[in-house]
């Protein structure tokens, strides 16, 4: 018998197709296509986003065991084997894919010893039990919006279709939904596993407004083997659903008759038009409205001497949404505060619609600073403090530590030295009153207690230690116990020397901690990089246990003097000069607080601008003073971890989105949003 062998013969060229050498083939050599081997275009992967092999959908047919085989093709299986015919058909259908630069037929060459009649017969066996075509496309396929008001911000679709009329042998077993969202990859949406079932409801991976694409192709069975038929045409729809609520992000002009709030995109609109209203109303005041498309209207007849609550709805055929509700402060002042209501304040007047302006849990907050001056915003608010100005430190009240905390001026010895009235601008950014004068506070039904520490040279540790101690309800040998202890201490200074914190205010820091006292710290106005945090040099911020605040200014990025670095835990505005985007032409971007126009001695009671950390620290301390009057219970861990949680992210590309020493370390986990941070405490 003359020897048996087999010879290969890839033509590999577009439309090319295997064969066997006719000279080298026996007469009974059986050959059937198992499969295809693919040459993808480029950077196109062999398997598809949803596992199955890229280009099933356009071949017809299930393909499967996709491998690697080498010079850049890849082999990939039929559930059965196939006529020449028959595979040639499906990978024409395959070439049509334009990722698929080349097809050509995989063939299973097996040397048969049976007869011509024998191998005719298994061929036969083989075509009758398992080869059958794929079925043709469903018919009437069509798709609708099938937007629900029981789930009134979800997207949905219904699919459906008809079976089709040619089965090509298989026996109906159900269907397969296809979809693309945005022009991305088609991924499966869903599989019926029944012939019965003709509709498909979709909503995972949708958007509202986001063009999407469906086909449907029917599967169908004959013994074991399982084919995927021909796609219906692709159908385009763009899903609906109700807006979602707006933000006001602050106010277009100076009476605060015009809200403005954050547009809302495409698919936060519910893929439709809508139109937004805004809505003010006051206790003794007809409801005012306005609508428009855009985001700011001018609400009509408004009183600026009222205390309105506002709200913005977005309205489309679905249905409207509201936003929080936010209380315009009736102080006349109020327009120049933009750290509390502009595009990167601290969203304080949404925090208030969520507590009234006096609160059921009373809460102190102690200012360590120079001392207060009398003054008709502040005065309603204070409760007794002490002086801790030794008489070497220039105490300028004319002794030593006394009961009289106010401030008698910082001037020193130096003839051109005036008052920096320190104690009395932070105080009004924390709590100043809602009552129809100058300004409000973060925090306008706080408490507020003058704890002084610093006179007309500075201060001294020792100073700084009996303060903390006694502010926060510790003993303080020869001085009355506090009757009023604070839950908040503010201490608003920083200086590089010394450069390291000194024991004794440590031990201050964690003796207040452990009455349940939260202690802010401004991070120092040195524009220095403070990392690691064992070289952080402002004093007493880097002392562990406080909050320490750098300072962002009205765009939402560091100041240009504010410290930074591992020592930050947070950031607030603190003003700056050089950015007045948001902000009044007399702010020209610093903060606005209660003042004292005497240059060296007190004078009249009036209000200034500044910029600092100074200015940053006492915002958070307003906000550490809410959530203490949101909740009886609230501890230090408690207040840092919901203003820690409820910041607002920085601004991708800004010098404090950069990474030092780790991400988003150079001024903290994010800008202070008391907003946010109180809506978590339950």
């Known amino acids: 018998m003359k020897k048996l062998a087999i010879a290969l013969s890839l033509a590999l060229s577009l439309g090319g197709v295997a064969s066997v050498s006719a000279d080298a083939a026996p007469v009974n050599a059986l050959a059937n296509a198992v499969g295809l081997m693919v040459k993808y275009e480029p950077s196109v992967s062999a398997i598809a986003p949803d596992g199955s092999v890229t280009g099933q959908n356009f071949a017809g047919v299930h393909l499967g065991n996709s491998h690697d085989i080498g010079s850049g093709l890849t082999a990939v299986s039929f559930d059965s084997a196939l006529t020449d015919s028959e595979a040639n058909r499906v990978a024409t259908n395959l070439r049509r894919d334009p990722r698929v630069q080349l097809v050509v037929l995989d063939h299973d060459y097996s040397i048969s010893q049976q007869s011509l009649k024998e191998s005719a017969a298994t061929q036969l066996a083989v075509?009758?039990?398992?080869?059958?075509?794929?079925?043709?496309?469903?018919?009437?396929?069509?798709?609708?919006?099938?937007?629900?008001?029981?789930?009134?911000?979800?997207?949905?679709?219904?699919?459906?279709?008809?079976?089709?009329?040619?089965?090509?042998?298989?026996?109906?077993?159900?269907?397969?939904?296809?979809?693309?969202?945005?022009?991305?990859?088609?991924?499966?949406?869903?599989?019926?596993?029944?012939?019965?079932?003709?509709?498909?409801?979709?909503?995972?991976?949708?958007?509202?407004?986001?063009?999407?694409?469906?086909?449907?192709?029917?599967?169908?069975?004959?013994?074991?083997?399982?084919?995927?038929?021909?796609?219906?045409?692709?159908?385009?729809?763009?899903?609906?659903?109700?807006?979602?609520?707006?933000?006001?992000?602050?106010?277009?002009?100076?009476?605060?008759?015009?809200?403005?709030?954050?547009?809302?995109?495409?698919?936060?609109?519910?893929?439709?038009?809508?139109?937004?209203?805004?809505?003010?109303?006051?206790?003794?005041?007809?409801?005012?409205?306005?609508?428009?498309?855009?985001?700011?209207?001018?609400?009509?007849?408004?009183?600026t001497d009222s205390a309105y609550t506002i709200t913005v709805s977005a309205k489309n055929i679905r249905g409207s949404s509201t936003s929080a509700p936010v209380l315009r402060a009736r102080d006349p002042y109020f327009y120049q505060q933009w750290y509390l209501f502009g595009d990167y304040g601290i969203n304080a007047p949404q925090a208030w619609a969520q507590l009234p302006t006096t609160y059921d849990n009373p809460v102190v907050v102690a200012v360590i600073d120079t001392g207060f001056t009398n003054h008709s915003d502040l005065n309603p608010q204070v409760v007794p403090g002490y002086d801790f100005v030794s008489t070497d430190q220039v105490s300028n009240d004319g002794d030593g530590w006394d009961p009289d905390a106010s401030d008698p001026g910082s001037f020193n010895s130096n003839p051109t030295s005036t008052s920096s009235w320190h104690g009395t601008h932070v105080a009004g950014l924390i709590g100043a009153a809602a009552n129809e004068i100058g300004i409000t506070g973060v925090a306008p039904g706080v408490k507020l207690q003058s704890v002084r520490a610093l006179g007309g040279n500075g201060g001294k540790s020792s100073d700084l230690v009996a303060a903390v101690t006694w502010a926060s309800g510790g003993v303080v040998n020869g001085v009355p116990t506090n009757p009023t202890p604070a839950k908040v201490i503010n201490i608003s200074m920083g200086t590089s020397s010394p450069s390291s914190c000194d024991p004794g205010v440590q031990a201050a820091y964690q003796a207040a901690l452990s009455r349940g006292v939260t202690i802010v710290t401004s991070a120092g106005n040195g524009d220095t990089n403070n990392q690691p945090m064992e070289a952080f040099q402002s004093y007493p911020g880097n002392c562990l246990g406080s909050i320490n605040v750098g300072a962002t200014g009205s765009t939402g990025d560091a100041t240009y003097f504010s410290n930074y670095g591992l020592g930050v835990d947070i950031s607030a505005p603190g003003g700056d000069d050089r950015v007045t985007t948001g902000t009044q032409p007399d702010a020209q971007g610093m903060m606005i607080s209660t003042f004292n126009d005497g240059t060296r001695t007190p004078g009249n009671e009036s209000y200034a601008f500044d910029e600092g950390t100074s200015m940053a620290a006492p915002l958070v301390s307003g906000a550490a003073a809410l959530l203490y009057a949101k909740s009886a219970t609230m501890t230090p861990q408690l207040a840092w971890q919901y203003l820690s949680e409820g910041v607002r992210k920085f601004q991708p590309g800004s010098v404090c989105a950069l990474s030092v020493g780790g991400p988003d370390q150079r001024c903290g986990v994010g800008i202070l949003d008391i907003n946010a941070s109180l809506k978590l405490v339950k």
Do not use: E, H
């Open 127 to 303: 075509t009758l039990g398992t080869v059958f075509k794929p079925a043709a496309a469903p018919l009437s396929a069509k798709v609708v919006d099938a937007w629900k008001s029981t789930s009134p911000f979800t997207p949905q679709i219904k699919v459906s279709w008809l079976p089709p009329k040619a089965l090509n042998g298989g026996r109906l077993a159900g269907y397969r939904v296809w979809k693309s969202v945005n022009g991305g990859a088609y991924s499966i949406a869903t599989t019926m596993s029944s012939p019965r079932l003709l509709s498909a409801t979709l909503s995972l991976g949708l958007l509202a407004g986001a063009t999407t694409r469906v086909y449907v192709t029917a599967i169908t069975k004959l013994g074991t083997a399982i084919k995927y038929g021909l796609p219906t045409k692709a159908l385009t729809i763009k899903p609906t659903a109700r807006p979602v609520a707006p933000r006001i992000t602050g106010y277009s002009d100076s009476t605060l008759n015009k809200p403005k709030w954050a547009g809302l995109s495409l698919t936060d609109r519910g893929g439709l038009p809508v139109t937004y209203t805004a809505t003010a109303s006051a206790a003794g005041k007809t409801t005012i409205t306005c609508s428009t498309t855009t985001t700011t209207c001018t609400l009509p007849n408004f009183s």
